[in-house]
């Protein structure tokens, strides 16, 4: 039961890690977490019951076939009391099935709309607005409170309706036997013990089917989850070994997100070495560009070339290797600097990671820190400044020695003294990498050699110091 469990979870999580972005983007986080923990476990235990129903039956064969030696008539008379029994209330057993359902659906429903709600507690609580919380949640709790009433109610009816009904067939079967057919009284203890013994192990099969209808429904979500990943699953590109020497190329190229264009044949070179920026207004495909680069996306038409090579040659695994991602949202973990920085890889070493936060200038005040670098951060960062966050995470990106450093807006939230002080930092790094950056920013603007405007789907060189 527990490998059941086990095996799902990480079926699904391999399943999501190599699909397609553009799928695994439109996944809701709740759901995805509920499949993982709620769900993964209702399987488990529809494996549970459906293990335990078959061992239920061999003993109630073991039974059948004793009687039978004894007196096939009372064997052939318990085997069709058990059927009728059980087409007598195997409608309380779709009633379950049902319950289990909406379980299903409910709750799947009701964990991605918290994990979303969870999220915007912060605001939600600054402007006295938390109790729309309840407000979003109440309908699903109460939807998967009758689910589960349902559930109880049938599931006791069948335990209390086989007892009443099996206590009737049985006293049937001892006064045929003893009274109509005038067997002796031993003969028919022997018959009446087996009798019971059948009947029991009948209604615990039907008890372990329902109990296994309650929760399939969860081993089939959890399946379909697992299948509709797999269908997506993302081209691993070609064979050769990325480089990052010459630079990168986007020739011509276009994209398009359903029926709206985003980019229309662009045209951007980004030299190895250099700090190149991508400026623009919200929606104008920074954030595209920067996917297509990673390989994340693929482009309607044109050409994508790293060192000449063009981009769906490459091994698209090694590729993402030699890049080093900041993203805008502060995605820090509640535990150490250490961890923050070597994501749990054992091949960092404590070496590489101050190594990475003096690259990143943030070994200043992690020194500071009451523990160094074994300190907590806090939940998400919070006991850091917007700046030391981004420092943090500035040394993720560089702790694995990557050859592109792609900055997606990730200095928005700062203040512009933090800004001008990371973009100073990121100075620093030109040269020992290729350096990409996405933002509204002007200081980011200023500090990079190279800069492109993307505007109504065109790009636009508004700057070139190297040139």
């Not at 420092?391 to 990730?410: G, S, T």
Request: aromatic residues 6%; hydrophobic residues 45%.
């Amino acid at each position: 039961v527990a490998q059941v469990a086990t095996d799902l979870r990480l079926s699904m999580l391999r399943a999501m890690l190599a699909s397609r972005w553009d799928y695994f983007l439109h996944r809701q986080l709740g759901q995805l977490t509920n499949s993982m923990s709620i769900e993964a476990v209702r399987a488990a235990n529809a494996y549970l019951h459906g293990a335990t129903l078959i061992s239920q039956l061999i003993q109630a064969l073991v039974y059948v076939i004793i009687a039978t030696l004894l007196m096939w008539q009372a064997a052939l008379f318990s085997i069709l009391m058990g059927a009728l029994i059980y087409v007598a209330l195997n409608r309380l057993v779709k009633m379950s099935r049902k319950a289990g359902k909406r379980q299903t659906s409910f709750t799947k429903l009701m964990i991605a709309r918290l994990a979303d709600t969870l999220l915007s507690v912060k605001p939600l609580k600054s402007m006295g607005r938390e109790g729309l919380v309840d407000t979003v949640l109440v309908s699903e709790t109460k939807n998967i409170n009758r689910a589960l009433r349902r559930e109880v109610v049938s599931t006791e009816f069948l335990a209390a309706g086989q007892e009443i009904l099996f206590a009737l067939v049985l006293v049937i079967g001892i006064y045929v036997t003893l009274v109509k057919w005038e067997l002796p009284i031993a003969t028919v203890m022997v018959l009446g013990f087996l009798l019971s013994r059948i009947l029991k192990r009948t209604g615990q099969v039907q008890r372990s089917y329902q109990k296994m209808a309650v929760s399939e429904s969860a081993y089939w979500s959890i399946q379909k989850t697992i299948s509709k990943a797999e269908q997506a699953r993302e081209d691993t590109g070609g064979n050769r070994t990325p480089t990052l020497e010459q630079g990168i190329e986007l020739q011509d190229v276009s994209f398009s997100y359903k029926d709206k264009q985003i980019l229309e044949g662009i045209n951007i070179s980004i030299p190895a070495g250099s700090f190149t920026a991508i400026i623009g207004p919200s929606g104008s495909g920074k954030t595209t560009t920067l996917d297509l680069i990673i390989g994340l996306l693929q482009p309607d038409s044109g050409t994508l070339l790293v060192d000449g090579i063009p981009l769906s040659e490459l091994d698209m695994h090694r590729w993402r290797r030699t890049i080093g991602y900041v993203p805008q949202e502060t995605v820090l973990l509640h535990d150490s600097v250490l961890n923050n920085v070597a994501l749990g890889d054992p091949e960092i070493s404590e070496a590489d990671v101050i190594s990475a936060l003096r690259e990143a200038g943030a070994w200043d005040f992690v020194e500071k820190l009451p523990e160094g670098i074994h300190d907590l951060v806090g939940e998400r960062g919070g006991k850091l400044s917007g700046g030391q966050r981004q420092r943090i995470k500035i040394a993720r990106a560089l702790v694995h020695r990557p050859r592109l450093l792609i900055m997606d807006e990730a200095t928005s939230a700062l203040d512009p003294k933090s800004e001008t002080a990371i973009c100073e930092t990121l100075s620093k790094l030109r040269g020992a990498h290729t350096i990409l950056a996405i933002s509204h920013q002007p200081a980011m603007l200023d500090a990079a050699e190279r800069a492109y405007r993307l505007q109504e789907g065109r790009a636009l060189l508004v700057k070139d110091d190297a040139g």
